[in-house]
């Protein structure tokens, strides 16, 4: 039985999840860091089908995709590694985690709050991207850890810190600097 996760755990993993996916974006006017072809969060593009399908919960349901799109990218960059399970990123930090992640999201999607008040964004979203800007909040969360660029992605040297809020920092810190395909920051555990 794995311990339990505090839901402010949760939130900040769930918040920089959201955060790298609405920054991969690469079909929105103009394109973000283009690591995955979407557009599912701007009001001009994909947010606009949402909020058209889901007047309620369109805010919840755009980040919740383009998650998901980023998942998946994530997820095809582990399989190309050794051992993809024993891999943990931003996007897996295994199954027990990445289902309690899913019921908080779907435990925001349903209730009342917006994302930019329920959940500790590092950048609005409702403002222009910029890639300087999204560098100075990755920045503020603290120093990009050590890594190897190894094939498939960016190993970080230290080991995974126990403190899953940390390791999420460590993850998003170790995005810097930015590549032209998703750099895929991971830890691997035994």
Same mark, same amino acid.
């Given at each position: 039985?794995?311990?339990?996760?505090?839901?402010?755990?949760?939130?900040?993993?769930?918040?920089?999840?959201?955060?790298?996916?609405?920054?991969?974006?690469?079909?929105?006017?103009?394109?973000?860091?283009?690591?995955?072809?979407?557009?599912?969060?701007?009001?001009?593009?994909?947010? $606009?089908?949402?909020?058209?399908?889901?007047?309620?919960? #369109?805010?919840?349901?755009?980040?919740?995709?383009?998650?998901?799109? &980023?998942?998946? &990218?994530?997820?095809?960059?582990?399989? *190309?590694?050794?051992?993809?399970?024993?891999?943990?990123?931003?996007?897996?930090?295994?199954? $027990?985690?990445?289902?309690?992640?899913?019921?908080?999201?779907?435990? #925001?999607?349903?209730?009342?709050?917006?994302?930019?008040?329920?959940?500790?964004?590092?950048?609005?979203?409702?403002? *222009?991207?910029?890639? $300087?800007?999204?560098?100075?909040?990755?920045?503020?969360?603290?120093?990009?850890?050590?890594?190897?660029?190894?094939?498939?992605?960016?190993?970080?040297?230290?080991?995974?810190?126990?403190?899953?809020?940390? &390791?999420?920092? #460590?993850?998003?810190?170790?995005?810097?600097?930015?590549?032209?395909?998703?750099?895929?920051?991971?830890?691997?555990?035994?």
């Amino acid at each position: 039985m794995s311990q339990p996760v505090a839901t402010s755990t949760l939130d900040t993993i769930l918040a920089l999840q959201i955060t790298v996916a609405w920054a991969g974006e690469a079909r929105c006017e103009p394109p973000r860091l283009g690591w995955w072809q979407t557009d599912l969060i701007d009001p001009a593009g994909g947010g $606009d089908l949402l909020a058209r399908l889901l007047p309620r919960t #369109h805010a919840w349901a755009s980040l919740e995709a383009v998650r998901e799109a &980023a998942r998946r &990218a994530d997820e095809q960059g582990r399989r *190309k590694l050794s051992e993809p399970d024993r891999v943990r990123t931003l996007f897996f930090f295994g199954f $027990d985690l990445d289902e309690r992640l899913a019921e908080r999201l779907a435990e #925001h999607k349903r209730g009342t709050v917006a994302p930019a008040a329920a959940l500790p964004l590092p950048v609005s979203m409702d403002s *222009k991207f910029s890639a $300087d800007g999204f560098t100075e909040a990755l920045h503020a969360m603290g120093k990009t850890p050590a890594f190897d660029l190894v094939p498939g992605g960016r190993q970080l040297k230290a080991t995974m810190p126990e403190a899953l809020d940390l &390791a999420a920092r #460590h993850f998003a810190t170790a995005l810097l600097p930015f590549s032209e395909q998703y750099p895929m920051p991971f830890y691997r555990v035994k």
